[in-house]
């Protein structure tokens, strides 16, 4: 999405223009803060109030899936230091986020906070004061009539949406975040070029897809044809009903369910486990065999399970089952799954403790 929706009442070109040569994600959580705000009906917006909007927005991005915004990057650390001073959940609720940080008394989360006012509000509007170079001040002082149609005024302590604006921003609003999102997204991958799933790390979904399917259409079938597995991680013997589902590379980083990355684990350990990673020299050669005798037990019993379609990641095609020996199929697994590790490890995600 490249461009914005046309306008002939405000200058719809200088507001396309804030996003051109990006070198941090502040502009993108600026906007997106404003037009959420404007979408409750507000046009007088406390400015901590956008700025907590900010890093709600980029919360679970930065604490869950452990995304670089890049080293630069000043919203990034902010959220890091903010997640050790409040007591927030890193999964807690956007809204909660928000209240949370607008209300705050902590001094040094203040401070974190105050920071992007230095520095967000008026370098937003440039293109609307192209001729002014980094003046703070002036560009205060010019937006508080709406020079040049600026989006909006800003002062101390509020942003004043400029009424030219309101309408056009409203009845845009879920475009506007599309573009906005696309344009992160874009940003985003340039700094994390081999994380999977950009696009879906941007924002907590509201409910996370079970793992039923997987549980009854695959693994209850492999243990009732086999009879119990033993869990990689603590030799707990596993029967039917008496295991979790869980993702061998932490769905925080690879962001899907894809069988090949799922196998039975002991529940009190899944638990535990959250989303730390595996460590591949005492972990990969127990998981590679459950997921052997699993996929060749669901070939032979049922060669048209779709789920079988999640190893074409690894095999040429699903006959290879019988055709590869079986070290060249370890070897298939371990380039599949070694990379990923050593990415997340390299993005932030840590190594189980045992």
């Given amino acids: ?5 046309a306008d002939k009442t405000v200058p719809i070109s200088l507001l396309s223009s804030c996003f051109n040569n990006t070198s941090a994600t502040y502009k993108f959580y600026w906007f997106l803060s404003i037009l959420e705000a404007l979408e409750k009906g507000h046009h007088q917006i406390n400015k901590q109030g956008l700025f907590a909007g900010m890093v709600a927005n980029a919360w679970y991005t930065i604490n869950y899936f452990n995304l670089s915004f890049g080293k630069q990057d000043q919203l990034q650390r902010a959220i890091k230091q903010i997640l050790s001073l409040e007591n927030i959940a890193i999964d807690a609720k956007k809204e909660h986020i928000i209240a949370a940080l607008s209300t705050t008394a902590q001094p040094e989360t203040i401070k974190h906070l105050r920071y992007f006012d230095g520095e967000v509000p008026y370098r937003f509007l440039s293109p609307w004061f192209s001729s002014i ?3 703070k001040q002036e560009i205060y002082k010019l937006s508080q009539d709406f020079s040049n149609d600026c989006l909006y005024a800003v002062n101390q302590h509020e942003v004043i949406i400029n009424p030219k604006w309101i309408n056009y921003l409203t009845e845009n609003s879920g475009i506007l975040k599309a573009f906005c999102y696309w344009h992160l997204c874009i940003y985003l991958q340039k700094h994390n070029p081999n994380v999977p799933d950009i696009a879906n790390k941007l924002f907590k979904k509201p409910q996370r897809s079970g793992l039923f399917k997987q549980r009854k259409e695959f693994w209850d079938i492999v243990i009732h044809h086999n009879g119990p597995v033993k869990c990689i991680y603590t030799d707990t013997t596993l029967n039917l009903n ?5 993702h061998f590379v932490p ?10 990355n799922l196998i039975p684990a002991d529940k009190c350990f899944n638990s535990s486990k ?3 990673l595996p ?7 127990a ?3 459950v997921q052997e005798v699993a996929m060749k037990t ?3 019993l049922s060669p048209t399970n779709k789920l079988l379609q999640d190893y074409l990641t690894i095999l040429p095609h699903l006959n290879a089952l019988n055709s590869l020996n079986r070290e060249t199929l370890k070897t298939r697994f371990r380039e599949n799954i070694q990379p990923l590790i050593t990415i997340a490890a390299n993005n932030g995600f840590e190594y189980m403790k045992f």
């Fill in 1 to 5: 999405m490249n461009q914005l929706p």
């Fill in 298 to 300: 669901i070939f032979d």
């Fill in 242 to 246: 008496q295991y979790a589902v869980e």
């Fill in 279 to 285: 460590i591949m020299h005492k972990h990969f050669d």
């Fill in 287 to 289: 998981y590679f065999e």
């Fill in 133 to 135: 170079k980094g003046s």
């Fill in 251 to 260: 769905f925080a980083f690879v962001s899907h369910d894809l069988i090949w």
């Fill in 274 to 276: 959250s989303d730390k």
